[in-house]
């Protein structure tokens, strides 16, 4: 966290870093280049237009806030899927380059290192391999609003979902309904069943019975 914290005010960059637990301490390592706070509402910060980038854990839901936003990434991956996001990032859609290789806790990476490739990734714009991995971003966030848009993929399978939900509960209740007519047709059955096996003497007296 030092070394993060030291590679970010080296790199001469500005930038907002949420950091719950440690805002106080790690404004005193960064300088006055960040802005450090407990929270911040991610996706209206993503989308502003000041935003040149995002280093993220890759955790699911800042994926995809972060590909909504058309921004590009710095993955630092630490555990569960976000290695797998990351290679999605970075392998995959071509949006982001990665912090370190892998993600065991020993690999440290220098303050310096860290410096360099801050400093190179907020001038994407200088490089052709840059500006393809912006091109890249914008075309991604463009999918997702087409895909929350009217008739975009995310109501048409939001539909057809609830459609499906609906088709198989009218069938659910179709198929209790015939059960419940099959199980009173074979209580009839072995009603009549019983009254063949029973002799008329007893009829007769079970019918008596049922009448007083």
Do not use: Y
């Not at 914290?5 to 005193?28: N, P």
């Not at 040149?52 to 994926?63: A, E, I, L, Q």
């Not at 199980?183 to 009603?191: A, F, H, L, R, S």
């Amino acid at each position: 966290m030092n070394e993060i914290a030291a590679g970010l005010r080296d790199s001469g960059v500005r930038f907002l870093w949420v950091a719950r637990g440690e805002a106080s301490r790690l404004k005193q390592l960064c300088g006055n280049k960040g802005l450090i706070l407990e929270w911040c509402d991610q996706m209206r910060v993503l989308l502003h237009r000041a935003i040149g980038g995002f280093w993220t854990h890759c955790g699911w839901n800042s994926t995809k806030e972060g590909v909504f936003a058309g921004v590009p990434f710095l993955t630092f991956p630490i555990l569960m899927d976000q290695p797998l996001n990351s290679k999605l990032i970075v392998e995959d859609w071509k949006v982001g380059w990665r912090v370190r290789e892998g993600v065991r806790k020993d690999i440290l990476v220098s303050k310096d290192k860290i410096a360099r490739l801050v400093q190179k990734f907020m001038h994407l714009t200088e490089g052709e391999m840059g500006r393809e991995m912006r091109k890249r971003a914008r075309e991604l966030q463009q999918k997702c609003q087409l895909a929350i848009g009217d008739g975009g993929s995310s109501e048409n399978d939001v539909n057809a979902f609830m459609r499906d939900i609906i088709i198989k509960d009218g069938n659910n209740k179709k198929s209790l309904q015939a059960q419940g007519r099959l199980k009173e047709q074979k209580m009839g059955d072995q009603e009549g069943d019983v009254r063949n096996r029973v002799p008329r003497t007893l009829l007769r007296l079970i019918s008596t019975r049922t009448t007083t």
